[in-house]
């Protein structure tokens, strides 16, 4: 599986996940992005979404409000990208409605969904339908849902170039917490399988890269 130049087979991918800490400024973005490029990332990570389709203000206003604040124009992003470039640095992004997933698509050369979105099909139905790597987010799923996400793609595409990873839904995480024998159970179900990680530290990644992890998400 690549992604980008980098073939997983080979390496395993570390990738900076940057969310939305940046909270709405494009200059420390691009500080985040070289912060990432100095520590040996592979790549940067971001969230793009359009807070109207995403949050409803009608049902909590302060949310969207805090939201809105912390989202970037799709300008904004292809710059970004570009910068990221200038640095060695693969370009990601979790999109979290269809219309990101729509944008995303022309920047970006894999899709990440969070764990949150996993069942969030007409979505899926649209990045599994680009036939781009995609990386999946496991989060507090049941081993079922895992697989009926999984069976759903098939309708559109091959899983070789699927990923899975394995997460624990608290930030952060304690080290006793992280639960990573999950990685042993992802790999009965997809050939590709990683860690996104909210410990403290670095021990638990060494410790799911021995497990067989492909991928490393480091919040």
């Known amino acids: 599986m690549r992604i980008g130049k980098l073939n997983l087979n080979k390496k395993v991918m570390v990738i900076a996940e940057i969310g939305n800490n940046h909270e709405g400024s494009f200059q420390l973005a691009k500080k985040l992005i070289k912060l990432a490029a100095d520590s040996g990332a592979d790549a940067v990570k971001f969230q793009t979404f359009i807070a109207e389709e995403y949050i409803s203000h009608n049902l909590d206003n302060e949310r969207f409000k805090k939201i809105k604040k912390y989202q970037l124009s799709h300008e904004k992003f292809k710059k970004l990208k570009k910068y990221a470039s200038t640095k060695n640095l693969i370009f990601l992004s979790t999109p979290f409605d269809i219309s990101s997933a ?72 304690p080290i006793d917490n992280a639960n990573l024998n999950t990685i042993h159970m992802l790999k009965e179900i997809s050939k590709y399988v990683g860690y996104s990680d909210h410990t403290l530290g670095i021990d638990a990644c060494n410790a799911a890269v021995a497990m067989g992890a492909r991928i490393i998400e480091k919040h």
């Open 102 to 173: 729509k944008y995303l698509n022309k920047i970006i050369p894999a899709f990440k969904i969070s764990s949150g979105d996993i069942n969030f099909f007409p979505m899926i139905e649209f990045i599994s339908k680009t036939k781009k790597p995609m990386i999946l987010s496991t989060g507090i799923s049941s081993f079922q849902q895992i697989k009926d996400t999984l069976k759903y793609i098939q309708k559109f595409r091959r899983l070789d170039n699927v990923a899975l990873l394995h997460c624990m839904s608290l930030y952060p995480t």
